[in-house]
């Protein structure tokens, strides 16, 4: 069985193995095992999306807030409202896809 690509399965979220099930069961949560078989909770990514999720999120943030202050130079609770939901949202929407990159990448390269 030929294994779906990468840009396929971040497209839909969707299993390693088969492509065709979401591996969410919540919005964060993985599923324990997918419908064809594949047991998604023997797939250990550990940290990895948190860490690059963080990593990555924290340096787009900070250029962006020293842009804004360089150029506008707000006072400090305009950069709190605004800083502060964008990276709790960008850091979940980004979790769910490097979750599905760490799960494609662990089922394609170590389980061999
Ligand atoms: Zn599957």
């Known amino acids: ?12 979220l969707s299993c390693p193995q088969c492509g065709k099930q979401s ?17 998604i909770s023997n797939i250990d990514i ?3 999306p948190s860490f690059f999720a963080m990593f990555f999120l924290n340096i787009f943030i ?9 150029k506008f130079s707000p006072p400090l609770w305009i950069h709190i409202i605004l800083w502060a939901p964008l990276i709790i949202i960008l850091s979940i929407l980004l979790i769910r896809y490097l979750k599905v990159i760490f799960l494609f990448l662990n089922f394609k390269y170590r389980n061999k």
């Open 46 to 48: 550990g940290d990895a």
């Open 23 to 39: 591996v969410f069961q919540t919005y964060l949560r993985l599923k324990k095992r997918c419908h064809c078989g594949l047991k």
């Open 62 to 70: 900070i250029l962006l807030a020293i842009t804004v202050e360089i």
């Open 1 to 12: 069985m030929k294994t779906p690509s990468l840009i396929y399965i971040l497209k839909n």
